[in-house]
């Protein structure tokens, strides 16, 4: 039975998101992270009859959720392939581009995907079924060094080297196949009081590396803001301090890194123009309701 939008995922920050696209009604827009399409529906219904909007998904789960609207068109593909897709359906120039980077409640909600441990579940984590890495073949199959360099870099844990070292232990008896067995070992090794919020790091370190979701956000962020006309609209809504450090370093400065170059008189030359630079958070209503909202923040930037 096909489970209605809403019940696949809440979209967060809404309203804020697609008010900050400033939407043109006969304009071109991408929703870069279809899911549930909560965003692509409300982006259409501020659309008029010959506005466009382009929703990408890599997960053919978020198909059902595809509106009937001619002026939708769905690509089921990563969101670093922005450029190729918008050149193959002949799209120069769009007037805006909204993100919400992460992983849907659908995917946390869903037992067989192995994104959570409150399941015990196949250790899977590919937003894209049809990718041949799993979470299994990267703790089961990566070496020490490798291992506590992902869990370092994308999960900031200090202790990352103990970590990948009891892996690789543990792995050495037998493979670790299931979420509950990963979580289990990890949470021997972390402090009682933040067990929990240690083991989510090892988990996000891991569907990290699996989607090669860093590589990707810098792709696409590049691609976006080339394809952007000028005063097009570029929003973001991020999770965790990675994504959203390159976030914020591509809308200052045009690149990930975050070095802002100048012309010959000191003028900043950046692409893009950061609309605020306090960002948008959920309200407290928003994270009652919504659980994923709560580390949710929301930023804008204009095309020069």
């Not at 202790?159 to 792995?171: E, G, H, S, T, Y």
Request: cysteine-free.
């Amino acid at each position: 039975m096909t489970q209605p939008p809403e019940a696949y995922h809440i979209p967060v920050l809404l309203t804020q998101s697609v008010d900050g696209l400033q939407i043109n009604p006969a304009g071109v827009y991408v929703d870069v992270t279809f899911g549930g399409g909560g965003h692509s529906r409300e982006i259409l219904r501020r659309l008029g009859p010959d506005g466009r909007l382009f929703g990408f998904d890599q997960d053919s789960d978020s198909e059902s959720n595809i509106p009937d609207d001619n002026r939708f068109t769905f690509v089921r593909s990563n969101f670093r392939y922005l450029a190729n897709w918008m050149r193959y359906y002949g799209i120069d120039q769009i007037d805006g581009l909204l993100a919400d980077l992460g992983v849907s409640s659908h995917h946390f909600d869903d037992e067989s995907r192995g994104f959570s441990f409150r399941f015990d579940s196949p250790l899977d984590m590919r937003m894209n079924k049809q990718s041949r890495l799993t979470a299994a073949g990267v703790v089961n199959g990566y070496e020490e060094r490798q291992l506590a360099d992902i869990l370092y870099l994308y999960g900031e844990l200090k202790n990352a080297r103990r970590l990948a070292a009891a892996i690789v232990k543990a792995r050495s008896q037998s493979p670790i196949s299931t979420t509950q067995e990963l979580a289990s070992l990890m949470g021997r090794l972390m402090p009682r009081e933040r067990e929990k919020k240690e083991v989510t790091k090892v988990f996000q370190a891991l569907r990290i590396e699996v989607n090669h979701e860093m590589e990707a956000l810098k792709e696409m962020l590049q691609a976006a803001t080339s394809l952007l006309a000028p005063e097009g609209r570029l929003v973001v809504i991020t999770y965790h301090s990675l994504e959203d450090r390159i976030v914020k370093n591509m809308m200052k400065s045009g690149n990930a890194g975050g070095m802002i170059e100048q012309d010959f008189y000191g003028r900043v030359n950046t692409p893009l123009r950061p609309l605020s630079n306090k960002v948008i958070t959920p309200s407290d209503e928003e994270m009652a309701s919504n659980p994923r909202s709560r580390s949710a923040k929301l930023r804008i930037a204009e095309k020069r």
